[in-house]
């Protein structure tokens, strides 16, 4: 099987392409032929060493997201067979033909679907809704979303606004990305080097981190919430938290679908009832050979992606 690694931290350029023998699945997990693997920021991030990546043992293969079917169990799985149709978080590694993905984070893809539906919604769609549910915005409540047109952010602008959120700010690195996030549904979109954001908002939804965070945090409300799950790290000043009286949420995955089952389980039925009814609509800027991984990752270091960034094997 073909599969991409890294040798060393850097740019696109470290990875590369290799051939190697398929992995056995263990207890728990399965076995998947991808056909569809999502590319995200904090992917890139450690492949670049930044913040905890920059921690792991070489070589390492980057990812976390795929779609793709089942063909082999590991000893004493249940509720799966060879042939479904399943997408999932892989703790391992995703860019690669055959994957291994824990049971506990797998999950069908209906029928009707794409495996590339699958990708660029259901992990994504699932931090959006986390996010959100974290910060419970209430009536009047307005919501800004920093990295808006990514994977995650642009559902969260079109969540945000079925929620009834009445004020949504969308926040992008160019003008550019203006009327993608408009017909989404954006109220306001601001650019991260514009000298304003407009009125502050009761609620920051960062997905960036880093130097933008104090500016995020800077245009909350006094009182105002802002919900960090972004891997870009950051600092803030103490004073600004107490003398504005605003509160900063870390959000994990791992630590959300492990302490709120329940909702993780309605949150994944709600993204699918949505998009099932065009209600949601999961935006993919580009599909790219597994080859080409490289390209993938300099378009989002590039900050050009409007929507899911997909690998194809």
Same mark, same amino acid.
């Given at each position: ?11 696109? /350029? ?13 207890? @728990?997990?399965? *076995? ?16 670049? @060493? ?6 792991? &043992? ?24 060879? /042939? ?24 069908? #893809? &209906? ?27 209430? @009536? ?10 990514? /994977? ?25 990305? =203006? ?23 009761? #609620? ?21 919430? *802002? #919900?960090?799950?972004?891997? /870009? ?11 504005? =009286? ?28 949505? =998009? @099932? ?21 300099? #378009? ?14």
């Amino acid at each position: 099987m073909r599969r991409v690694r890294f040798h060393s931290y850097g740019g696109p /350029g470290v990875l590369r392409v290799e051939e190697a023998a398929a992995p056995v699945p263990g207890p @728990g997990e399965l *076995l998947v032929r991808t056909e569809a693997i999502g590319v995200t920021l904090p992917c890139v991030r450690r492949v670049r @060493g930044d913040g905890n990546g920059g921690g792991d &043992p070489l070589p390492a293969m980057p990812g976390g997201e795929i779609a793709g079917t089942v063909v082999a169990l590991g000893p004493d799985v249940t509720g799966f067979a060879p /042939g479904d149709r399943v997408t999932s978080l892989t703790l391992t590694g995703s860019y690669t033909e055959l994957a291994l993905a824990p049971t506990f984070l797998a999950s069908r #893809i &209906p029928d009707g679907a794409s495996a590339v539906q699958a990708v660029a919604l259901v992990r994504s769609g699932h931090v959006a809704l986390a996010a959100l549910s974290t910060a419970a915005p209430r @009536g009047a409540e307005s919501v800004l979303i920093t990295g808006a047109a990514s /994977g995650t952010g642009h559902l969260a602008v079109q969540l945000a606004k079925l929620q009834g959120v009445p004020r949504v700010v969308a926040a992008v690195s160019s003008a550019a990305k =203006a009327e993608f996030l408009r017909d989404l549904g954006a109220d306001e979109v601001v650019t991260y080097d514009q000298e304003s954001w407009g009125a502050p908002v009761d #609620i920051v939804l960062d997905g960036v981190g880093g130097e933008l965070l104090p500016r995020a945090l800077a245009a909350l409300t006094p009182g105002g919430r *802002l #919900i960090f799950f972004n891997s /870009g790290g950051g600092t803030v000043p103490a004073h600004e938290l107490l003398a504005g =009286a605003k509160t900063i949420t870390g959000l994990t995955m791992r630590h959300f679908s492990t302490v709120h089952r329940e909702l993780y389980e309605e949150h994944r039925a709600r993204l699918w009832e949505l =998009a @099932g009814a065009g209600r949601l609509r999961a935006a993919v800027h580009a599909e790219l050979p597994l080859a080409e991984a490289a390209k993938a990752h300099a #378009i989002i270091e590039a900050r050009a992606n409007l929507g899911k960034m997909v690998l194809r094997p």
